[in-house]
């Protein structure tokens, strides 16, 4: 089999398949977070949308078609001209030719090229899109360590960083976290501060508390007290769920709210 000359040039030219840098910048496709590799993807293949074949494109309000559905509609446009070559040869009495013309053979070859590299784009994307989801559920599962909770850093007098994630303001000027690997991301600072920060130094100092009491009146060393498991912030309901703590701190967060 003849090998496409196209393929490697395609490759080589692709964001996604090539691992190459550009200057000191690492590929922009390659260390994409989820929510843009699914846009990648959706452009490359839309089969799954609600209009298949076309993803919408909301800054423009308009139906775009995929990557795929183009290069599917080439295919046919290819195929009608060749056919329409083909009635051309017989209604001037030759032979039904079974050989491709030249210049349509080129188009042909290129386009197969070009068909190949998107399906390899689509199979990388994926894969790159379940490791990125399969690390996204470790770090959601990971405690922040407890000396991070409530630590920030300042630069110019403003906070750039708090519990060691990435702080940003949003359209209105207020500081928010702006950090893909957060399970808080884009949460108010002050609402992380007043219902995720706080609540925790004060049920880990209250279990402190209670141990102490507990190993003092049972006349035995204390034991040492794990630092509580952080709220769960839900982002489809924006509710931040407090299980296994405790009414004690389940009330001073109702009172400080």
Same mark, same amino acid.
């Given at each position: 089999?003849?090998?496409?000359?196209?393929?490697?040039?395609?490759?080589?030219?692709?964001?996604?398949?090539?691992?190459?840098?550009?200057?000191?910048?690492?590929?922009?496709?390659?260390?994409?977070?989820?929510?843009?590799?699914?846009?990648?993807?959706?452009?490359?293949?839309?089969?799954?949308?609600?209009?298949?074949?076309?993803?919408?494109?909301?800054?423009?309000?308009?139906?775009?078609?995929?990557?795929?559905?183009?290069?599917?509609?080439?295919?046919?446009?290819?195929?009608?001209?060749?056919?329409?070559?083909?009635?051309?040869?017989?209604?001037?009495?030759?032979?039904?030719?079974?050989?491709?013309?030249?210049?349509?053979?080129?188009?042909?070859?290129?386009?197969?090229?070009?068909?190949?590299?998107?399906?390899?784009?689509?199979?990388?994307?994926?894969?790159?899109?379940?490791?990125?989801?399969?690390?996204?559920?470790?770090?959601?599962?990971?405690?922040?360590?407890?000396?991070?909770?409530?630590?920030?850093?300042? =630069? #110019?007098?403003? +906070?750039? $960083?708090?519990? &060691?994630?990435?702080?940003?303001?949003?359209?209105?000027?207020?500081?928010? !976290?702006?950090?893909?690997?957060?399970?808080?991301?884009?949460?108010?600072?002050?609402?992380?501060?007043?219902?995720?920060?706080?609540?925790?130094?004060?049920?880990?100092?209250?279990?402190?508390?209670?141990?102490?009491?507990?190993?003092?009146?049972?006349?035995?060393?204390?034991?040492?007290?794990?630092?509580?498991?952080?709220?769960?912030?839900? =982002? #489809?309901?924006? +509710?931040? $769920?407090?299980? &296994?703590?405790?009414?004690?701190?389940?009330?001073?967060?109702?009172?400080? !709210?």
């Amino acid at each position: 089999m003849t090998r496409n000359p196209y393929l490697g040039r395609l490759r080589e030219e692709s964001l996604i398949l090539s691992d190459r840098t550009t200057g000191h910048l690492e590929n922009p496709i390659i260390k994409s977070d989820i929510g843009n590799l699914r846009s990648h993807l959706l452009r490359l293949d839309a089969s799954g949308t609600d209009k298949p074949g076309y993803y919408y494109y909301s800054d423009g309000k308009r139906w775009m078609p995929s990557t795929m559905t183009l290069l599917k509609e080439q295919e046919e446009k290819l195929q009608q001209d060749f056919e329409n070559f083909v009635q051309s040869r017989l209604n001037i009495g030759d032979p039904k030719p079974t050989q491709w013309p030249p210049n349509l053979a080129e188009r042909k070859e290129k386009l197969t090229a070009q068909v190949q590299i998107c399906h390899e784009e689509i199979d990388k994307l994926k894969k790159l899109l379940q490791v990125a989801q399969d690390a996204k559920k470790v770090r959601e599962n990971q405690p922040v360590n407890p000396r991070h909770w409530g630590a920030g850093q300042l =630069k #110019d007098n403003i +906070l750039v $960083e708090f519990c &060691g994630w990435v702080v940003a303001p949003d359209d209105t000027g207020l500081l928010r !976290i702006s950090d893909p690997n957060s399970p808080f991301n884009f949460i108010e600072i002050w609402r992380l501060k007043a219902q995720i920060v706080n609540p925790l130094h004060f049920e880990w100092r209250l279990r402190q508390r209670k141990e102490r009491q507990l190993a003092e009146q049972e006349n035995r060393k204390r034991k040492e007290v794990q630092f509580p498991k952080s709220p769960v912030w839900n =982002k #489809d309901t924006d +509710l931040i $769920e407090y299980e &296994g703590y405790s009414n004690e701190t389940i009330k001073k967060i109702k009172q400080e !709210i």
